[in-house]
């Protein structure tokens, strides 16, 4: 018999996480026909105004999912050649040796050794990973900053290598995905955000999935707080915010349901074709932004429990916003949720962050979630 959404133990699982110190946070798990849609806290520190669990949300890197469904579309149509070398494409953007050494795969997986673009464009968070002498000045600095993509491309490409093309492990980097943004402009002639809006979006029938016009967020929606690893205290309001920092590699706004429904038509074959998806889900390592190594496929990477099964999908931080969204190997049972406080955790005398009580709320929520 399988496990269903237990609404007492959800409930109690998503309060904890509140109690834990996010100011709110809201879910949906599904399994079958049955949902279960659940929120804890406030949207506003300040008012006190709760959140909802239809709420829009900034989903960050979940865009990259998005983003290579999109190309995986364009590979199905002979457009685009996955182990084409990206200097065919685009020879202005990654020119000479590289631009015909990393392939499209190389970018979708991240293994193409590009550095990421991020310590360049934000100076103050030049020691990212290591953290140690890292601030949060930046993020004040450019929250109405306009960048081009191939602005900040052109910083990851001449940032020093992370990597050969194709070695392992890969080294995770926007700068891969802002590069494949500008594939899929230039092979179909519009921008990857109409591309993927048309494509993808509305593909899966999603009503509240959007690339932002503007620095706003459209609809009810939460304010989102940064603690930048408590060096902002009290938390700050990133929710007013212009995307064009991440954009297709992680600028999207969305719901938990829609996130839901997302997955469930890309793993029903709706949004990419069977060998596709398969293509999706074949995984190199990874090391993260957050110095983990990770298995990662083509924008999807497993969340695996021992002894349990396995669940495929994408979390994603922006400024003051988290997001995980995740779908069972079969395709049944599913979680999407959403917090409003992001990097709560303080960092010990070596720059590495000290545990907080808020990871294990969230662990056993997620817990409950995917598994009952």
Avoid: C
Wanted: neutral net charge.
């Amino acid at each position: 018999m399988r496990n269903l959404p237990n609404p007492a133990k959800l409930n109690a699982a998503v309060e904890n996480v509140h109690r834990a110190g996010v100011p709110g946070l809201f879910a949906e798990v599904r399994d079958g026909d049955r949902i279960w849609r659940g929120a804890a806290g406030v949207a506003d520190v300040a008012t006190g105004r709760p959140v909802t669990a239809g709420m829009r949300h900034r989903v960050g890197s979940i865009t990259k999912t998005f983003t290579a469904a999109a190309v995986l579309q364009q590979a199905e149509s002979g457009r685009i050649g996955l182990d084409e070398p990206i200097g065919r494409y685009l020879p202005e953007l990654v020119p000479g040796e590289r631009g015909a050494a990393i392939t499209v795969r190389m970018l979708l997986d991240h293994t193409s050794g590009l550095a990421e673009y991020l310590p360049r464009a934000y100076p103050s968070l030049k020691a990212l990973p290591a953290l140690a002498d890292t601030g949060p000045q930046s993020l004040d600095d450019n929250r109405f900053t306009r960048f081009h993509p191939a602005e900040l491309i052109g910083m990851g490409v001449a940032a020093p290598a992370v990597g050969t093309p194709g070695g392992a492990p890969g080294v995770y980097s926007n700068t891969n995905y802002l590069l494949l943004g500008e594939l899929l402009e230039k092979v179909t002639g519009i921008t990857a955000e109409q591309y993927i809006t048309r494509n993808v979006i509305e593909r899966a029938g999603l009503r509240d999935t959007e690339f932002p016009a503007g620095p706003y967020v459209r609809g009810p929606h939460s304010r989102i707080y940064e603690a930048w690893f408590g060096m902002i205290d009290p938390p700050r309001d990133y929710s007013v915010y212009d995307m064009s920092w991440v954009g297709p590699a992680a600028s999207l706004i969305s719901t938990v349901a829609d996130l839901n429904r997302f997955f469930r038509a890309l793993f029903a074959g709706e949004i990419v074709s069977p060998s596709s998806l398969t293509r999706m889900r074949r995984t190199v390592p990874v090391v993260s932004q957050e110095g983990k190594t990770i298995d990662y496929g083509l924008g999807l990477h497993p969340v695996e429990t021992p002894g349990r099964s396995t669940f495929w999908g994408h979390g994603g931080t922006v400024w003051g916003a988290g997001t995980l969204a995740v779908i069972r190997a079969d395709g049944k049972r599913q979680m999407a949720v959403a917090v409003n406080l992001q990097r709560w955790n303080t960092l010990d005398s070596s720059g590495r962050p000290r545990p907080h009580p808020i990871d294990d709320a969230l662990a056993a929520l997620h817990h409950v979630a995917m598994h009952g």
